[in-house]
């Protein structure tokens, strides 16, 4: 499965094309998932660009992208920086009026088993995110919630190119069992999703990613993202 992460929490400042608003998010989804994406991951944005919780702001993002690509798994952010109080967070999780299919949410940030807890007692996934460089692994193995989180997206955050796919490795030696989604960023993107698609792992790519092809040459958008990731993939 590859799934296709639309903005993460850049701004418009680091790629101009970023989609921000619900109807950008629309469209870019549809782009994607035409070019090959099976899953969205988004994070919904208040109108000046900064990642939200709130219930409006998740409503708003999520229907427009659900009405574009119907039957399409949509999914968005929890993190910390949303809100940094988790249960604050958790509260605007019980806040929503509607729901993604999957949310994500860093095991290695305070607060991850209460806002999972919430997320999975609203019957929505929860994509349990295990940062490399970090103690969420040996955290999430020692979790009652482990077998009951959709996947393990295993983030790896070693940007260097030459290193990426080795971090990547002892990342995934590090995991307990389920199914995993692996992804790395910027520098480590491409070679991580290489990595991936040689192990059959599901995979992701887009502009929250990473902000260039494999070649170096700048994207038009996600799609173009896409495009080059299932090449890479199929």
Do not use: Y
């Amino acid at each position: 499965m590859l799934q296709v992460c639309l903005n993460g929490a850049r701004t418009p400042a680091e790629f101009a094309a970023l989609p921000v608003s619900p109807t950008d998010l629309a469209t870019a989804a549809a782009g994607a998932v035409a070019a090959g994406a099976a899953d969205i991951h988004l994070h919904p944005k208040t109108p000046d660009g900064a990642d939200s919780l709130d219930p409006d702001v998740v409503a708003a993002a999520v229907s427009a992208v659900r009405a574009a690509v119907p039957g399409v798994p949509v999914g968005v952010t929890t993190g910390a920086w949303t809100e940094p109080d988790p249960a604050r967070r958790a509260d605007l999780v019980r806040a929503w009026t509607v729901l993604p299919d999957h949310a994500s949410v860093n095991w290695h940030e305070d607060g991850a088993e209460k806002v999972a807890e919430t997320l999975l007692a609203r019957g929505i996934g929860v994509e349990a995110g295990v940062f490399s460089g970090t103690d969420a692994a040996a955290r999430l193995r020692a979790s009652s919630l482990a077998p009951h989180v959709l996947r393990l997206l295993a983030e790896v955050t070693d940007t260097d190119p030459a290193t990426a796919a080795a971090t990547a490795t002892a990342l995934l030696g590090a995991l307990g069992p389920g199914p995993v989604l692996l992804h790395g960023e910027d520098g480590g993107a491409w070679p991580v999703l290489a990595l991936a698609a040689a192990r059959g792992l599901d995979t992701r790519v887009g502009l929250e990613d990473v902000l260039v092809l494999p070649d170096g040459r700048a994207p038009v958008d996600n799609a173009d993202l896409v495009r080059a990731a299932r090449r890479r993939t199929s």
